[in-house]
């Protein structure tokens, strides 16, 4: 049977406040689904309004094409593991695991049989009877998983479970936890403000700011192709040229930065821009090359601010004066041109560009294919 | 906490406070206990086993120590058992017990309303309505109640006003007015406790039992009550002994037939000027407390340490 989540316009609103607005997407059975947007955005009311602590004030959640309006949290096919997990620090590790079943009276054999499954389904085999308090935070973590599994929820909603995690830990819960959902085979609802989590893991991500679903796709497409100035600037480095569109050729549009370059780029989603309108361009730190000096599209002279070396990446900070064949030409010392930012470049250190001094002059570029025009809106803040 | 720990904890404070402070607050305390508690409680103990001799006596080759006080109240003098005393002192306890447990179950939802079910202000709001009728004295609060319950009172207009009873019911003499007495006025004894340990359980626990399919009482049951425990078990001992050892409720609430064993007590020490007797009847019931509250505590598994939480 399907068990398709489907959130219908639901707005949620705390008084005035609105956490979440007019949510309208569906999450397909066995997917594993992130929302990912900064703190405060509302992710946890909605996964709250999912599991059903919450109602929406307005629209409808459907589960399995079912309304939950009216449905309580210990009714619907979902199981929450919640920020701080909350384990019952009074109940052994295996009694924790067992309670969704000793709730459905379920016999105490058969109960410490099935505790003892899933310990092994989260390899931790011999921390049955141990107090919560006694394991360890990756340890713990998995038993929450664990306790949300024995209820058989068709859904698992999981609230930033990794956030309380030291790095290195985090990093391998990731595949773990990524492993189980292919093991059991179930619905994972995710929310973090970690994108490095939400792209590594989901099927699908919808990237939330103020309550609002600002783009909803596979993880690639969320970085490739955003869809707003908001998700461009918080999935991930990007530089930001604040501009204003002086031609276009279908998608291929042609803008002045702020800072008096020309450049070509295209419009996401086939938008149609008129001369003259605001708009903001994002190239990503990889995308820009160094290129010959000569004339061209998108061909940049700047100059090195700074170089930050990060073993297998080298990040260069450049200043940009302008383009190479028009107007300006390599900028002053201390000159900066992108909307007040220096214009940042990732190489793979693989040997190709020779060492940068500072103040070096040089030529960068970027394929108008991969800068993104979109029309002026909020960043993320940094 | 071991010995060793109160030296520790002693030597800590000397070292923050300094000697004279350290010396001050030692020496008050140490004083405090001996003086107003230890040693009256002991005079009293031993007073229990003397003979109710004239001043002039006391001292004297006449004051020896018997067992005649304890005898008196087991024993009726006629070789049978003193049935009647002892039935006091049985029913005063049980009555104690069924006022604990009526304010247990009056207060654990309170408590738990207060810690979790209301925001701030309201719940400050709901304080303040449970302290306030305090500040009225005991005497005036239980007569109060018997304005209330009288066969002329309150409640019985209302009732008899609604057509829910046809003559007028003598509550009093029911002791309905002396087992609400007793209950009001120990409920801040019950309800804070429980308000202390219950607010320190997190939220989110409640939410995933709920979560897990719990259905409400199994939430109350295997989440909040294990944390509420040690509140309830010192709210309970107090709302117990106190409630044992009240005095003005029965005397002004009480109706005709159910005397206290306090007013037994209080009968031996005024009107029947027994000091000595007085004494033995006042250690049984001590001593009945304590037991009541062992057993209770060893049948619930609560240790003693649990209580000081
Ligand atoms: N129970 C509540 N009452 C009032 N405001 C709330 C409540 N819960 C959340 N909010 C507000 O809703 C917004 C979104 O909160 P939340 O969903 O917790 O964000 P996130 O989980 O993305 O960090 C925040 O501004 C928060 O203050
Ligand atoms: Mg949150």
Redesign the interface.
């Known amino acids: 049977m399907s068990r398709d989540v489907t959130l219908e316009h639901v707005t949620i609103r705390f008084g005035s406040h609105t956490a979440v607005d007019d949510a309208h997407l569906t999450i397909r059975s066995g997917e594993f689904f992130s929302f990912l947007g900064p703190s405060g955005c509302g992710k946890t009311t909605l996964l709250r309004c999912v599991?059903?602590?919450l109602e929406p004030t307005e629209g409808r959640v459907l589960i399995g094409g079912e309304d939950m309006r009216g449905v309580?949290?210990?009714?619907r096919p979902?199981?929450?593991i919640?920020?701080?997990l909350?384990?019952?620090p009074?109940m052994s590790v295996a009694e924790n695991i067992a309670?969704?079943l000793?709730?459905?009276g379920v016999g105490r054999q058969a109960r410490r049989k099935r505790a003892v499954e899933l310990l092994e389904l989260i390899a931790l085999p011999h921390v049955g009877d141990k107090k919560v308090y006694e394991l360890s935070g990756g340890q713990r973590q998995r038993v929450a998983i664990a306790?949300?599994l024995?209820?058989e929820p068709q859904i698992l909603l999981l609230d930033e479970p990794l956030s309380a995690l030291d790095l290195k830990l985090r990093q391998h819960m990731r595949s773990e936890l990524r492993a189980i959902q292919r093991r059991v085979g179930l619905t994972f609802i995710y929310i973090t403000h970690d994108q490095g989590e939400a792209l590594t893991m989901s099927d699908r991500v919808a990237v939330m700011s103020e309550g609002r679903i600002e783009q909803v796709d596979e993880p690639l497409a969320v970085y490739d192709h955003p869809k707003t100035s908001f998700v461009a600037s918080f999935v991930g480095e990007t530089n930001v040229l604040p501009a204003t569109v002086t031609g276009r050729d279908g998608t291929d549009v042609t803008l002045q930065t702020d800072g008096g370059l020309i450049v070509q780029g295209f419009a996401v989603g086939r938008r149609q821009y008129r001369a003259g309108e605001r708009c903001q361009v994002f190239v990503r730190p990889e995308q820009i090359k160094v290129a010959p000096p000569e004339p061209g599209p998108n061909r940049l002279a700047a100059r090195v601010l700074a170089e930050e070396f990060e073993g297998n990446l080298r990040h260069v900070s450049l200043a940009v004066g302008g383009s190479v064949g028009g107007s300006g030409g390599a900028p002053a010392v201390g000159a900066l041109a992108v909307g007040g930012q220096p214009l940042r470049m990732s190489v793979v250190n693989d040997g190709s560009l020779p060492p940068l001094q500072p103040d070096a002059a040089l030529t960068v570029t970027f394929d108008p294919s991969v800068a993104s025009v979109l029309p002026e809106g909020p960043l993320a803040r940094a | 906490m071991s010995p060793n720990g109160i030296r520790v904890a002693f030597s800590r404070f000397f070292h923050r406070w300094g000697p004279g402070v350290g010396i001050f607050v030692t020496g008050s305390v140490a004083l405090w206990i001996v003086l107003l508690i230890v040693l009256p409680q002991l005079a009293m103990f031993d007073a229990s086993f003397r003979f109710n001799l004239p001043p002039a006596e006391i001292g004297g080759p006449r004051d020896l120590h018997t067992l005649s006080n304890y005898a008196a109240l087991l024993l009726d003098g006629r070789g049978g058992i003193n049935w009647l005393d002892l039935g006091v002192l049985g029913r005063t306890i049980l009555a104690a017990v069924f006022v604990t447990i009526l304010d247990l179950l009056l207060c654990y939802p309170i408590a738990f309303v207060l810690a979790h079910g209301t925001s701030g202000g309201r719940a400050r709001l709901m304080v303040l309505g449970l302290i306030v009728p305090f500040w009225v004295n005991e005497i005036l609060r239980a007569f109060a109640f018997r304005i209330i319950f009288g066969s002329s009172g309150v409640l019985n207009a209302v009732g008899l006003g609604l057509g829910l009873w046809a003559a007028p019911v003598d509550f009093i003499r029911q002791d309905v007015a002396l087992y609400a007495g007793l209950t009001y006025t120990y409920l801040l004894l019950m309800i804070f406790p429980i308000y202390n340990a219950v607010e320190a359980l997190d939220r989110n626990q409640i939410e995933a039992a709920r979560d897990l399919g719990s259905p409400w009482w199994r939430v109350h049951w295997r989440i909040v009550i294990p944390v509420a425990k040690p509140g309830i078990a010192s709210g309970a001992t107090m709302v117990f002994m106190l409630t044992a050892g009240a005095l003005a409720a029965p005397q002004i609430l009480g109706g005709p037939s159910s005397l206290w064993f306090t007013q037994l007590i209080y009968q031996w020490f005024n009107e029947g000027g027994n000091w000595p007797r007085g004494s033995a009847y006042a250690v049984v019931l001590l001593l009945a407390c304590i037991l009541v509250t062992l057993l209770a505590m060893r049948v619930f598994k609560v240790r003693i340490g649990e209580i000081g939480r």
């Not at chain 1, 309580?72 to 009714?75: C, K, L, Q, V």
């Open positions: 599991s059903g602590f309580g949290p210990n009714r979902t199981a929450l919640f920020q701080n909350a384990l019952f009074l309670f969704a000793e709730v459905r306790r949300a024995a209820a």
